[in-house]
């Protein structure tokens, strides 16, 4: 399930654990290609269990596209306790969304020295 997010909710949904951010617009082509990509991913066990998966619609919440410098749409932020660990701009196939995400998940499971 993708949870459609604003501006005022952005820190919180994303504070905790991995987050997909799809930074979108409802008129953008290729946001809708990647549409049925995110939607699988984020039902799938391997993905859908171990992330959260929301979108923002960039017409409407400005603030949070600012902070980001996002620039161009479809942006991905693929993010950890509220921490950007990687960017994806634009459409992107399947496989390789998926490997992203797959190397942001593989490095929450290390274990950190403090």
């Known amino acids: ?3 459609e997010i604003h501006d ?3 820190a919180t949904e994303t504070a905790h654990g991995v987050t997909v951010v799809d930074f979108r617009a409802d008129w953008c082509p290729p946001c809708k290609m990647m549409d049925p990509i995110l939607k699988d991913l984020s039902q799938d066990q391997n993905y859908g269990q171990r992330a ?3 979108s923002l619609n960039v017409d409407h919440d400005q603030q949070m596209a600012n902070q980001f410098q996002v620039q161009g749409i479809p942006t991905f932020l693929l993010m ?3 921490q950007v ?3 994806l701009v ?3 196939p399947k496989p390789l969304f ?5 190397r942001v998940l593989a490095a929450q499971s290390l274990p950190t020295e403090n």
């Open 85 to 87: 660990i990687d960017r």
């Open 90 to 92: 634009g459409a992107r």
């Open 8 to 10: 005022a909710t952005f």
């Open 52 to 54: 959260t998966f929301v």
């Open 1 to 3: 399930m993708i949870k």
């Open 98 to 102: 998926a490997a992203a995400l797959d």
């Open 80 to 82: 950890r306790d509220g």
